[in-house]
Each structure stands twice: as structure tokens, then as C-alpha cells.
T-cell receptor
Framework: AQTVTQSQPEMSVQEAETVTLSCTYD???????LFWYKQPPSRQMILVIR??????QNATENRFSVNFQKAAKSFSLKISDSQLGDAAMYFC????????FGAGTRLTVKP | DSGVTQTPKHLITATGQRVTLRCSPR?????VYWYQQSLDQGLQFLIQ???????AKGNILERFSAQQFPDLHSELNLSSLELGDSALYFC??????????????FGPGTRLTVL
């Protein structure tokens, strides 16, 4: 069974600083997809970034980047130049046959 | 705005009742997924439809059922509701199957409260 673990229930970062959210997963598959979703207080799920397991290059979307280590089954999210609007729950997700989510990390951004 | 719409936004009902949640996928997307997000269970995959047919099944109760119509919108039917069914129900859509290079785009969710 595929499981996704987010070991940090809560994280805090100062505005304009950088923060890294951790995610590990367990799978026996070689081709799969990984995602980070953001859930602000509005509760909507917003796609932040995606990574295909067959790609060695780490995905980047503006201030968001990932550190994908396939052998270690690790998929961390780095948020640079943190903004107040980044405050939200962040979910790591694994996709092969169906989507599995981690328990989430609540990110607080301090002004 | 992801392009996925869900109605209603909020639903309050009583135990034992039946409700229907509706989802319209993004234009061009053939797959629709349903998820349940509750405080105790987290975010769980329920079921996926692709072009009208059931494609994958997750932790969906027998009291729950779904379908996807020819116009590709989908409905999730919840019956014999229990207090524990109170949750946020998300619909997501993607172009193809989960094993393809697809990203799922989530709708705003329907908050169901069972009293």
C-alpha cells in the first residue's frame, strides 16, 4: 500500500524567509506522480506543484520548488520569499492508481 | 479558479436523509474524482469516473454512490446519512486517467453537515 507521511503538523516562517516542508512516501512502483496542494482558510484545494517520478529534474514554479529524492522516497517543498498569502495547510500527495494524501502541514507566516 | 464547479456550497441535513452533490469538470476533462475530507480521516479518495465509466474505487461506503453523465458532469449520492458523514466533499477533474500525465484540479468543495 502506498502511504504518504508529513512529519511536520505545523511550521512557521517569517515573511520573506524560506521554509521547507517535508514529505516521504512508501511505494513499490517506479512511475508515479507527486503533488503539493495548498488549502487556504477558504478550504479550496489549490495545486502548487507537481513532479513526475521519471524526471530527475526537480520541479519549480516561481517561488515554489521541490527536492525530489526518488531513492529516499522523499519529496520536500521549498517556499522562498514567503508571503502572508502562503499561510495555509499544505498537503503532499502521491498518485499512481489513485491519489493518496498526507495528513498535512499547517504553515503560518509571521509578518 | 480551477474551472471545476460544485454545488451546493453548503448542505445541512438530518440523519437518515439522502443528498446529492453535483460536480461539473473543467472543459475538456474526462475524469472526475470524488474525495472526502473529514477531521478524523483526513483527505480520502472515494471514486473516479472516466468518460462515464467507473475507473477506480477508494474508501467509498456502500451507502454512497456516484455516476458520471454523458455531458461529463458527476453526482455523488449519499444516503442513510450519519453524523460521521459530515465532511467537506471535493470533486476534482483531469483530462484522462490517473496513470496518465494528468493533474487533478479541485473544485471548491461542498460542506455537508449532518445533524
Amino acid at each position: 500500500a502506498q502511504t504518504v507521511t508529513q512529519s511536520q503538523p505545523e511550521m512557521s516562517v517569517q515573511e520573506a524567509e524560506t521554509v521547507t516542508l517535508s514529505c516521504t512516501y512508501d511505494t513499490s512502483e517506479s512511475d508515479y506522480y507527486l503533488f503539493w496542494y495548498k488549502q487556504p482558510p477558504s478550504r479550496q484545494m489549490i495545486l502548487v506543484i507537481r513532479q513526475e517520478a521519471y524526471k530527475q529534474q526537480n520541479a519549480t514554479e516561481n517561488r515554489f520548488s521541490v527536492n525530489f529524492q526518488k531513492a529516499a522516497k522523499s519529496f520536500s517543498l521549498k517556499i522562498s520569499d514567503s508571503q502572508l498569502g502562503d499561510a495555509a495547510m499544505y498537503f503532499c500527495a502521491y498518485l499512481w492508481n489513485d491519489m493518496r494524501f498526507g495528513a498535512g502541514t499547517r504553515l503560518t507566516v509571521k509578518p | 479558479d480551477s474551472g471545476v464547479t460544485q454545488t451546493p456550497k453548503h448542505l445541512i441535513t438530518a440523519t437518515g436523509q439522502r443528498v446529492t452533490l453535483r460536480c461539473s469538470p473543467r472543459s475538456g476533462d474526462l475524469s472526475v474524482y470524488w474525495y472526502q475530507q473529514s477531521l478524523d480521516q483526513g483527505l480520502q479518495f472515494l471514486i473516479q469516473y472516466y468518460n462515464g465509466e467507473e475507473r477506480a474505487k477508494g474508501n467509498i461506503l456502500e451507502r454512497f454512490s456516484a455516476q458520471q453523465f454523458p455531458d461529463l458532469h458527476s453526482e455523488l449520492n449519499l444516503s442513510s446519512l450519519e453524523l460521521g458523514d459530515s465532511a467537506l466533499y471535493f470533486c476534482a477533474s483531469s483530462v484522462g486517467w490517473t496513470t496518465d500525465t494528468d493533474t487533478q484540479y479541485f473544485g471548491p468543495g461542498t460542506r455537508l453537515t449532518v445533524l
